[in-house]
Nanobody, 123 residues
Framework: QLQASGGGLVQPGGSLRLSCAAS????????IGWFRQAPGKEREGVSC???????YYPDSMMGRFTISRDNAKNTVYLQINDVRPEDTAVYYC???????????????????WGQGTLVTVSS
């Protein structure tokens, strides 16, 4: 499983960086996706990054989210800037099944979901 961390309580307008780490396999061979699920809502894709470090953001996530990876640390990051109350959610990371190293797809099947990390945006 992948382990997401870095969540917490943050004030509107603030920033935080989430981390996604794996202890049992090497992340750099996988495309990695970040997803979130807000209370009472369906899970939605936030961003993904290919094995070749090409990021993808849905239109709704453009501008405030930045995904990156550090293969030496076997970790993928999600930077969230100018957080808003609507960003409150449990954030998960997962590895894309199959795919290619150049392009990730948030609508593919993903595996190795962890427990997620809770981000609460409130003043």
């Amino acid at each position: 499983q992948l382990q997401a961390s870095g969540g917490g309580l943050v004030q509107p307008g603030g920033s935080l960086r989430l981390s996604c780490a794996a202890s049992r396999f090497t992340l750099d061979v996988y495309n990695i996706g970040w997803f979130r699920q807000a209370p009472g809502k369906e899970r939605e894709g936030v961003s993904c990054i290919s094995g070749e470090s090409r990021p993808y953001y849905p239109d709704s996530m453009m501008g405030r989210f930045t995904i990156s990876r550090d293969n030496a640390k076997n970790t993928v990051y999600l930077q969230i800037n100018d957080v808003r109350p609507e960003d409150t959610a449990v954030y998960y990371c997962a590895a894309e099944m199959g795919g290619n190293r150049y392009t990730c797809d948030l609508h593919s099947n993903y595996h190795s979901w962890g427990q997620g990390t809770l981000v609460t945006v409130s003043s």
